[in-house]
Protein backbone atom coordinates (compact mmCIF):
# COMPACT_ATOMS: atom_id res chain seq x y z
CA UNK A 1 0.00 0.00 0.00
CA UNK A 2 1.26 3.31 -1.08
CA UNK A 3 1.16 5.83 2.38
CA UNK A 4 3.26 8.68 0.15
CA UNK A 5 1.84 11.99 1.41
CA UNK A 6 -1.43 10.81 2.77
CA UNK A 7 -2.65 14.16 4.86
CA UNK A 8 -6.41 12.94 5.88
CA UNK A 9 -8.26 16.24 7.85
CA UNK A 10 -10.46 15.61 10.54
CA UNK A 11 -11.22 11.65 11.85
CA UNK A 12 -14.58 11.74 10.01
CA UNK A 13 -14.28 8.29 9.95
CA UNK A 14 -11.81 5.48 10.30
CA UNK A 15 -9.41 6.39 7.41
CA UNK A 16 -6.56 8.00 9.12
CA UNK A 17 -6.99 5.57 12.33
CA UNK A 18 -6.38 2.59 10.07
CA UNK A 19 -3.70 4.11 7.88
CA UNK A 20 -1.90 4.33 11.47
CA UNK A 21 -2.95 0.90 12.29
CA UNK A 22 -1.77 -0.42 9.34
CA UNK A 23 1.75 1.30 9.77
CA UNK A 24 2.20 0.20 13.22
CA UNK A 25 0.83 -3.30 12.33
CA UNK A 26 3.78 -3.14 9.78
CA UNK A 27 6.76 -2.06 11.21
CA UNK A 28 9.29 -3.67 13.76
CA UNK A 29 10.09 -1.00 15.71
CA UNK A 30 8.69 2.29 16.02
CA UNK A 31 9.75 5.27 18.00
CA UNK A 32 6.96 7.93 19.29
CA UNK A 33 8.12 11.39 19.66
CA UNK A 34 6.20 13.59 21.48
CA UNK A 35 5.42 17.51 21.73
CA UNK A 36 3.39 19.92 24.18
CA UNK A 37 0.56 18.81 21.94
CA UNK A 38 0.39 15.20 23.46
CA UNK A 39 -0.55 17.10 27.01
CA UNK A 40 -3.36 19.27 26.00
CA UNK A 41 -6.44 16.96 26.82
CA UNK A 42 -4.74 16.71 29.98
CA UNK A 43 -5.20 20.25 30.66
CA UNK A 44 -1.39 21.66 30.13
CA UNK A 45 -1.63 24.43 27.49
CA UNK A 46 0.70 24.18 24.52
CA UNK A 47 3.72 26.57 23.78
CA UNK A 48 1.97 27.92 20.51
CA UNK A 49 -1.79 27.76 20.33
CA UNK A 50 -3.29 31.09 21.62
CA UNK A 51 -3.67 31.24 24.89
CA UNK A 52 -1.24 29.26 26.21
CA UNK A 53 0.82 30.35 29.30
CA UNK A 54 4.07 30.51 26.95
CA UNK A 55 2.47 33.12 24.77
CA UNK A 56 1.76 35.27 28.27
CA UNK A 57 5.14 35.11 29.35
CA UNK A 58 8.89 35.46 27.42
CA UNK A 59 10.63 32.01 29.03
CA UNK A 60 13.23 33.12 31.15
CA UNK A 61 16.76 32.10 28.89
CA UNK A 62 19.57 30.46 30.63
CA UNK A 63 22.32 32.99 30.61
CA UNK A 64 19.71 35.55 32.01
CA UNK A 65 18.78 32.88 35.13
CA UNK A 66 22.03 31.81 35.74
CA UNK A 67 23.52 36.32 35.65
CA UNK A 68 20.40 37.46 37.95
CA UNK A 69 18.30 36.87 40.93
CA UNK A 70 15.91 38.64 40.20
CA UNK A 71 15.72 36.22 37.29
CA UNK A 72 15.83 32.92 39.11
CA UNK A 73 13.57 34.19 41.39
CA UNK A 74 10.92 34.71 38.81
CA UNK A 75 11.27 31.54 37.09
CA UNK A 76 11.01 29.91 41.13
CA UNK A 77 7.76 32.14 40.97
CA UNK A 78 6.19 30.84 37.65
CA UNK A 79 7.00 27.33 38.63
CA UNK A 80 5.47 27.36 42.03
CA UNK A 81 2.13 29.28 39.94
CA UNK A 82 2.18 26.43 37.80
CA UNK A 83 1.80 23.95 40.45
CA UNK A 84 -2.10 24.12 40.93
CA UNK A 85 -2.04 22.69 37.03
CA UNK A 86 1.14 20.71 37.24
CA UNK A 87 -0.07 18.79 40.51
CA UNK A 88 -3.59 17.79 39.20
CA UNK A 89 -3.03 16.90 35.93
CA UNK A 90 -3.41 12.97 34.86
CA UNK A 91 -2.13 11.17 31.29
CA UNK A 92 -5.48 11.51 28.60
CA UNK A 93 -6.18 8.74 25.89
CA UNK A 94 -3.07 9.69 24.12
CA UNK A 95 -0.72 8.65 26.39
CA UNK A 96 -2.31 5.60 27.84
CA UNK A 97 -2.45 4.35 23.79
CA UNK A 98 1.53 5.24 23.76
CA UNK A 99 1.88 3.54 27.15
CA UNK A 100 -0.37 0.62 25.59
CA UNK A 101 1.92 0.38 22.43
CA UNK A 102 4.83 0.13 24.08
CA UNK A 103 3.41 -2.83 26.82
CA UNK A 104 2.97 -4.77 23.44
CA UNK A 105 6.99 -3.55 22.41
CA UNK A 106 5.04 -2.03 19.21
CA UNK A 107 7.29 0.82 20.25
CA UNK A 108 10.62 1.04 21.86
CA UNK A 109 11.20 4.45 22.84
CA UNK A 110 9.13 7.75 23.47
CA UNK A 111 11.29 10.54 22.61
CA UNK A 112 9.63 13.77 24.44
CA UNK A 113 9.69 17.21 24.22
CA UNK A 114 7.59 17.48 27.04
CA UNK A 115 8.25 18.38 30.85
CA UNK A 116 5.67 16.92 32.52
CA UNK A 117 6.41 13.05 33.58
CA UNK A 118 3.05 12.22 31.83
CA UNK A 119 4.86 9.32 29.47
CA UNK A 120 5.92 8.07 32.71
CA UNK A 121 2.52 8.72 34.25
CA UNK A 122 0.65 6.37 32.09
CA UNK A 123 3.00 3.43 32.64
CA UNK A 124 6.01 3.72 29.93
CA UNK A 125 9.17 2.36 31.85
CA UNK A 126 11.86 5.41 32.06
CA UNK A 127 14.43 3.77 30.80
CA UNK A 128 12.18 3.83 27.40
CA UNK A 129 11.29 8.13 27.68
CA UNK A 130 13.99 9.78 26.49
CA UNK A 131 13.48 13.59 27.88
CA UNK A 132 15.03 16.09 25.40
CA UNK A 133 13.97 19.17 27.21
CA UNK A 134 13.51 17.75 31.21
CA UNK A 135 11.29 17.05 33.75
CA UNK A 136 9.88 20.07 35.77
CA UNK A 137 8.74 17.88 38.25
CA UNK A 138 12.36 18.16 40.33
CA UNK A 139 15.30 20.42 40.76
CA UNK A 140 18.81 20.20 39.97
CA UNK A 141 21.73 21.42 41.19
CA UNK A 142 23.98 23.22 37.88
CA UNK A 143 26.99 22.59 39.52
CA UNK A 144 27.01 19.23 40.63
CA UNK A 145 23.73 17.68 38.97
CA UNK A 146 22.73 16.86 42.58
CA UNK A 147 18.72 15.88 42.07
CA UNK A 148 16.75 17.90 44.59
CA UNK A 149 12.87 17.71 45.20
CA UNK A 150 10.25 20.83 44.52
CA UNK A 151 8.85 21.04 47.90
CA UNK A 152 11.86 21.63 50.14
CA UNK A 153 12.55 24.58 47.96
CA UNK A 154 9.04 25.44 47.94
CA UNK A 155 9.06 26.41 51.95
CA UNK A 156 11.96 27.93 51.58
CA UNK A 157 10.96 30.25 48.66
CA UNK A 158 7.98 30.64 51.31
CA UNK A 159 10.02 31.64 54.12
CA UNK A 160 12.68 33.80 52.51
CA UNK A 161 11.37 34.54 48.79
CA UNK A 162 13.97 33.16 47.06
CA UNK A 163 15.21 29.45 46.29
CA UNK A 164 18.16 27.89 48.86
CA UNK A 165 20.96 26.79 47.13
CA UNK A 166 22.07 23.34 46.72
CA UNK A 167 23.01 21.45 50.53
CA UNK A 168 26.16 19.33 48.61
CA UNK A 169 27.89 22.16 46.96
CA UNK A 170 26.18 25.78 47.39
CA UNK A 171 25.34 25.36 43.77
CA UNK A 172 22.45 27.15 41.81
CA UNK A 173 19.11 25.35 41.77
CA UNK A 174 16.88 24.97 38.87
CA UNK A 175 13.88 22.67 37.38
CA UNK A 176 15.44 19.66 35.58
CA UNK A 177 14.78 21.30 32.63
CA UNK A 178 16.17 23.10 29.69
CA UNK A 179 16.26 26.55 29.12
CA UNK A 180 16.13 28.65 25.93
CA UNK A 181 20.25 29.10 25.62
CA UNK A 182 20.89 26.12 27.73
CA UNK A 183 23.09 23.15 26.77
CA UNK A 184 21.17 20.26 25.34
CA UNK A 185 21.57 16.88 27.71
CA UNK A 186 24.52 14.61 26.15
CA UNK A 187 23.40 11.28 26.88
CA UNK A 188 19.72 11.71 26.20
CA UNK A 189 20.71 13.44 22.42
CA UNK A 190 22.47 10.12 22.12
CA UNK A 191 20.06 7.96 22.83
CA UNK A 192 17.47 9.61 20.59
CA UNK A 193 19.81 9.60 18.08
CA UNK A 194 20.00 6.03 18.43
CA UNK A 195 16.36 4.87 18.65
CA UNK A 196 15.69 7.23 15.96
CA UNK A 197 18.61 5.76 13.46
CA UNK A 198 17.26 2.10 14.67
CA UNK A 199 14.09 2.83 14.08
CA UNK A 200 11.31 1.75 10.91
CA UNK A 201 8.21 3.90 11.96
CA UNK A 202 9.02 7.40 13.30
CA UNK A 203 5.69 8.75 14.92
CA UNK A 204 5.33 12.44 15.51
CA UNK A 205 2.48 13.44 18.19
CA UNK A 206 1.39 16.91 18.81
CA UNK A 207 4.69 18.46 18.10
CA UNK A 208 4.60 21.85 15.29
CA UNK A 209 8.24 21.03 14.76
CA UNK A 210 9.59 24.58 15.03
CA UNK A 211 11.86 23.78 18.13
CA UNK A 212 15.41 22.53 17.42
CA UNK A 213 17.43 20.55 17.79
CA UNK A 214 14.96 18.12 18.59
CA UNK A 215 12.55 18.92 15.67
CA UNK A 216 15.81 17.39 13.55
CA UNK A 217 14.74 14.19 14.42
CA UNK A 218 11.97 13.32 12.23
CA UNK A 219 14.05 14.06 9.24
CA UNK A 220 16.99 12.24 10.47
CA UNK A 221 14.49 9.02 10.86
CA UNK A 222 13.09 9.54 7.30
CA UNK A 223 16.77 9.65 5.82
CA UNK A 224 17.79 6.49 8.05
CA UNK A 225 15.04 5.12 5.59
CA UNK A 226 12.33 5.03 8.50
CA UNK A 227 8.64 5.52 7.68
CA UNK A 228 7.06 9.00 8.96
CA UNK A 229 3.74 9.36 10.12
CA UNK A 230 2.39 13.00 11.96
CA UNK A 231 -0.56 13.50 14.24
CA UNK A 232 -0.47 16.74 14.80
CA UNK A 233 -4.10 19.18 14.52
CA UNK A 234 -2.03 21.97 12.64
CA UNK A 235 0.24 21.41 9.50
CA UNK A 236 4.19 21.74 10.34
CA UNK A 237 6.58 22.82 8.13
CA UNK A 238 8.01 18.91 7.34
CA UNK A 239 4.40 17.53 6.29
CA UNK A 240 5.76 16.86 2.75
CA UNK A 241 8.10 13.91 3.70
CA UNK A 242 5.78 12.19 5.74
CA UNK A 243 4.11 9.27 4.25
CA UNK A 244 1.16 9.72 6.70
CA UNK A 245 -0.17 13.17 8.22
CA UNK A 246 -3.80 13.41 10.42
CA UNK A 247 -4.65 16.45 11.41
CA UNK A 248 -6.71 15.46 13.83
CA UNK A 249 -6.99 14.82 17.83
CA UNK A 250 -4.17 12.75 19.13
CA UNK A 251 -6.28 11.03 21.92
CA UNK A 252 -9.50 9.53 20.00
CA UNK A 253 -7.25 9.21 16.60
CA UNK A 254 -4.34 7.55 18.43
CA UNK A 255 -6.89 5.28 20.93
CA UNK A 256 -9.42 4.19 17.51
CA UNK A 257 -5.83 2.90 15.98
CA UNK A 258 -4.69 1.18 18.74
CA UNK A 259 -8.28 -0.63 19.11
CA UNK A 260 -7.74 -1.62 15.24
CA UNK A 261 -4.06 -3.09 15.65
CA UNK A 262 -5.29 -5.26 18.69
CA UNK A 263 -8.85 -6.38 16.60
CA UNK A 264 -6.27 -7.58 13.99
CA UNK A 265 -4.01 -8.79 16.27
P1 LIG B 1 4.15 23.46 20.28
O1 LIG B 1 3.26 24.16 21.25
O2 LIG B 1 5.09 24.28 19.49
O3 LIG B 1 3.27 22.60 19.28
C1 LIG B 1 2.21 21.81 19.72
C2 LIG B 1 1.44 21.32 18.50
O4 LIG B 1 0.49 20.38 18.95
C3 LIG B 1 0.71 22.44 17.77
O5 LIG B 1 1.04 22.38 16.41
C4 LIG B 1 -0.79 22.11 18.00
O6 LIG B 1 -1.57 22.36 16.87
C5 LIG B 1 -0.75 20.62 18.28
N1 LIG B 1 -1.79 20.16 19.21
C6 LIG B 1 -2.16 20.69 20.39
N2 LIG B 1 -3.08 19.92 20.99
C7 LIG B 1 -3.32 18.87 20.15
C8 LIG B 1 -4.17 17.73 20.19
N3 LIG B 1 -4.95 17.50 21.25
N4 LIG B 1 -4.16 16.88 19.15
C9 LIG B 1 -3.37 17.11 18.07
N5 LIG B 1 -2.52 18.16 17.98
C10 LIG B 1 -2.49 19.03 19.01
O7 LIG B 1 4.91 22.32 21.10
P2 LIG B 1 6.31 21.63 20.87
O8 LIG B 1 6.52 21.37 19.43
O9 LIG B 1 6.38 20.52 21.83
O10 LIG B 1 7.37 22.74 21.31
C11 LIG B 1 7.16 23.49 22.50
C12 LIG B 1 8.25 23.40 23.56
O11 LIG B 1 7.69 23.83 24.81
C13 LIG B 1 8.75 22.01 23.78
O12 LIG B 1 10.11 22.08 23.70
C14 LIG B 1 8.35 21.62 25.21
O13 LIG B 1 9.51 21.34 25.96
C15 LIG B 1 7.78 22.87 25.85
N6 LIG B 1 6.43 22.66 26.42
C16 LIG B 1 6.15 21.53 27.13
C17 LIG B 1 4.88 21.33 27.66
C18 LIG B 1 4.61 20.07 28.45
O14 LIG B 1 5.53 19.50 29.03
N7 LIG B 1 3.37 19.60 28.49
C19 LIG B 1 3.88 22.26 27.44
C20 LIG B 1 4.19 23.41 26.71
C21 LIG B 1 5.48 23.60 26.21
Known amino acids: MDFCRLRIGAVKNDSGPARLADLLRGARDTVVFTGAGISTESGIPDFRSPGGIWTKMAPIDFQDFVCSREMRNEAWRRRFA ?5 AGVRPNAGHDAIAALVAREVASHVITQNIDNLHQMSGVPAEQVIELHGNTR ?104 ADLVLHAEIGPTLSRSLELLEKSA
Open 138 to 241: YAKCLECGARVELEPIRVHFDAYGEPPDCRECGGLLKTATISFGQAMPEHEMERAERATRACDLFLVLGSSLVVYPAAGFPLLAKRGGAKLAIVNREPTDIDDF
Open 82 to 86: MENTF
